[in-house]
Every structure is written in structure tokens, then in C-alpha cells.
């Protein structure tokens, strides 16, 4: 629930995560948009889908950053007053949840994308991690918006139940693709399921704040903080993770095209070495 | 008409259905302008309506959701009041008529153009497709501004007409073209008809609820919700199938372009296949 006033800092400690989050989202996103052609076009769909999760969440932090200004009304004249809750407006946490329904599922399209597996195999991961993801977000909302605790654990658990099918799929079924992957990309994409599973951790952790009897203006507080870090972590660093993985592969895959887009330090023995295969 | 009040609960669910819609069509359309290069030239007017559709619909969702939140005023203080009519402010529901009259269209040309047929048949199906498209939404309109029930009834019967003769083209006109379609993208375009029969499907229904005395907030926040999922149904989920369509065309007309473009391990049958057809 929304707390009734917030300290000066308190309200500016939310204010500057939410700005936050607005330009690491936004900027990753422009980030990725030019660096696009700097991997091969087989790659481009896993991060063409990493650009819309980015845009998608810097939309709704725009709504949710000007929900919470207006929520709130300050007290005192000057920078240092307490601030209440404005009449007639509240806070909308809905954002968050029509954000998460459309970007999580398409975390998982990104991770499975720049596996660039065969088409079947690919079909039949998605078919199984994208309902899930959905159903989790959808599982989660009614808890969120009652006021009652029992409500809040009981679709809390429901939620969790495709959460840990997700995992299950991620550190079982995907570990036999991580195989067929080049070398220099296995370590990288091994340790992007944990970042995964440590950034996702964070939301039932935030979630079940008021359940422990966390309340108050600080649980609050804390929620929307630890909410936009996760929202940064599993978002904007995980698609440049993913950047990092598409750009090795695509050098991994077209030796040529690697010494266009490396240095010249790094591209000179590749050259020689494929000057002295021609002779 | 639009209701004196409603709960808490109403006014966030139409508030956020109506933000869905707006990130869903805005992505939607950035999504299809970044992989726009990823299919073949002759493919790209398809998806160059498409995305103009979404944002056309984006910006409409944008004054959609303007006026809704200027149309209600809440009355207690705090998350959880009633919202009631704001004084000299009505709910704009013609926003989406408008909308309409330059998608609907819209979405017949994009259908038609992704099929590639020879400009002669393609000419004659638009010219019946897209007047009739229009006549039908135009037709609507006097009945859903009018409180008199009779009159919505004969404008929607009469709404009706054309978007018959559209089915009739759509399943009888449009099988002989499907033939002559790549086999691998015949199943899709015929199911695309039913995604299109059963979205579309949603407007008459939500047109008629004050006729079949389903009245009061309720049936207002159904069709609301309802028109939301059908805009993002018809217009995005549909832009994407388009764009698969496209693709799948791309890679069966042009066999290098399809090795370049998709995953290692489906491309190489197809590099080793056309070089075994070299020798």
C-alpha cells in the first residue's frame, strides 16, 4: 500500500531511482539501435527484441515516474518539507505489471534468440518459457493490488510455480544447447542464467515485503528502489550481456567480418593467418 | 454512454488496459521499422503499412488515454475512491472511429500486399477490399454516438453489409490467390483470416452490449477492455504475422539470403544443398 507521507528524502531517494531507470533503459536502447549492424544478421532479431524490451520499460517508467509526482503534494514551502499524499490521485503499481507482462516473456525470446538454434528446437523452448513467463506476471497482480496478506502469499505461491518451471527449463533443458555453442561464449551465457535468476529474485523478495510486516513508508521506499535496480539489472545490463554474446558469435562465426570490426592490434593475425592459407 | 462513476478498480483497469494498448502498438511499430532490412525488398510495403497502422493506433490510444483520465475526477482522498464525471469533460469515444476509418483499411492492404500477387489482381481486390472496409466503419459511427438504441441498431445492421461482402472476398476471392503462395506460408495467411474474422468479431459485440440491455459501468469497462484487446490483436499480434509471412517468403525466394539471415545450423543444410546443386 502507498504510504500516507513520505520524508524529503524518502521522496527524492524514489524520484532520482525512477529518473534513473528512465535513462539506463532509453540509452541502452539507443546504444543498441546504432551498434546493430556491428553483428552478423543473424543476430540482429535477439537484439532488435532487446531494443523493444529496453523502449517498452523506459515507457512505462516515464508513466510510472509522473504517477508518483503526482501522488504526491508537499507540506512546506522550500526543498526540506514532508510530502502527503496528493488528493484525488494515487500511485498506479499497474504500470509495473502491464511493463513486466509484455517484457519477460520477451527476456526469455532474447536469451533463446541469440542461442540462434535450429528453428524446431527454438519453437519448442519458447512454447514452453513464454506462457509461463506470462502466467507468472498475471499470477502475481492479484496479490499485488489486495490489500489482504493471505491474498497477497496465496497467488504469491501460485506465481511461483511457473517461475520455478522457468528455471527448471533454463539450467536443464537449455544447459544441452549451451553444448552446441562456441567456446568463448559458453562461460558467458552460463553466468547469464544466474544473472537472471539474481535479478528476477529481487521481485518476490520486493513483493513479499508486506507479508514479513515490512510496512510503512520505509518498506515502500525500499520497494520502488529495489524494483527499478532489478528493473536496470534484468533489462538494460542483461541485453548488453546479450550485445556481448551476439558480437562474439558473430566473430566466432565470419572471421572476415571480425577483422573489419576489431582493431587493428587484434585483427593483424588474423589477417596474416589467412594470407598464409591463400599461399 | 459513458457511466456517472466508477470503482477504484474500474477506473485502473481501463486506465491500464488502455496503456497496454498504447506500448503494445508503439513497439509493435519500432520492432517492424529496425527489422525492416531483414526482409526482401518486395516484402517491405507490406510491413511499411503495417507499421504505420500501429502508430497510427499508438498515437489515437495516446488522446484515448488523455481523455479518459481527464473524464474522471476521484472523490475521497487516497488509493482507493470512487471516480465520478468530471465537470465539462466527456470521454471521447470517436477517437476510435477514427482510428478505424485509416486502419481498417490499412490492414486490408497489408494483407493483400504481403501475398505479392501480380498488380492486376491486386488492384481489383484493394478496389473492392478498402471502400468497403471504410463504408463499414463510417456506417457505424451514427449508431454508436446515438443514446437511441433503435438507431444503433440500424446503423449496425447496415455496418454490417460491407463487412460481410469482405468475408465473402477474404475466403472466396482470396483462396485462388493462396495457391499459388509458397507452401510453407499457405497455413499461416489461411489462419491470419480467422485471427482477422475473430478480432473484427469483438467490435460488433462490444457495439452491441447496450442493445442487449447489458448496461451500467460494468458493461462500459467490458467494452473498453474489449476494444483494447481486439485493437492490439488486429493491428499488432496481426503486424507480426504479417512480418513472419514476409520473412518465410524472403527465405523461399532468395535461398542466400535465407543462409545469411538465419541461424547456423539451420543455414547449413541449405549452403551444403545449394552447392550440391552447383556441382
Redesign the interface.
Known amino acids: 500500500?502507498?504510504p500516507d507521507a513520505l520524508s524529503h528524502g524518502q521522496f527524492v531517494t524514489v524520484y532520482n531511482f525512477l529518473s534513473l531507470v528512465i535513462a539506463a533503459q532509453l540509452f541502452t536502447a539507443v546504444f543498441l539501435?546504432i551498434s546493430?549492424p556491428r553483428i552478423?544478421?543473424?543476430y540482429?532479431?535477439a537484439i532488435?527484441?532487446a531494443?523493444?524490451v529496453c523502449?517498452?520499460a523506459a515507457?512505462?517508467y516515464f508513466?510510472i515516474f509522473d504517477s508518483f509526482r503526482s501522488a504526491f503534494v508537499t507540506k512546506s514551502v522550500g526543498g526540506t518539507g514532508t510530502y502527503t499524499?496528493a488528493?484525488?490521485?494515487?500511485?498506479?503499481e499497474?504500470?509495473r505489471?502491464?511493463?513486466w507482462?509484455?517484457t519477460v516473456p520477451l527476456l526469455l525470446v532474447e536469451l533463446v534468440a541469440v542461442l540462434?538454434?535450429?528453428?524446431k528446437v527454438?519453437s519448442q523452448l519458447l512454447f514452453r518459457l513464454v506462457p509461463a513467463a506470462a502466467l507468472m506476471i498475471a499470477l502475481g497482480y492479484p496479490g499485488e493490488?489486495s490489500g489482504d496478506n493471505t491474498v497477497r502469499g496465496i497467488f504469491g505461491i501460485l506465481s511461483t510455480i511457473p517461475f520455478l518451471y522457468i528455471l527448471y527449463i533454463l539450467f536443464s533443458q537449455l544447459s544441452k544447447s549451451l553444448k552446441?555453442q562456441p567456446i568463448e561464449v559458453r562461460g558467458t551465457l552460463s553466468r547469464l542464467r544466474f544473472l537472471l535468476l539474481l535479478s528476477w529474485g529481487v521481485y518476490p523478495i520486493a513483493y513479499l515485503l508486506p507479508l514479513l510486516n515490512i510496512a510503512g513508508s520505509d518498506a515502500w521506499v525500499y520497494k520502488q528502489v529495489g524494483y527499478s535496480i532489478a528493473d536496470i539489472v534484468a533489462k538494460a545490463v542483461y541485453a548488453l550481456i546479450i550485445f556481448r554474446v551476439a558480437k562474439m558469435k558473430s566473430y566466432a562465426?565470419d572471421r572476415e567480418f571480425a577483422a573489419i570490426e576489431t582493431s587493428r592490434e587484434d585483427a593483424a593475425p588474423a589477417a596474416r593467418s589467412s594470407a598464409s592459407n591463400t599461399v
Open positions: 500500500m502507498i539501435v546493430l552478423l544478421p543473424r540482429r532479431n532488435t527484441v531494443i523493444v523502449g517498452i515507457y512505462h508513466r499524499q488528493v484525488g490521485e494515487s500511485f498506479n499497474g504500470y505489471y502491464v511493463d507482462l509484455l540462434a538454434l535450429a528453428r527454438q493490488i552446441n562465426d
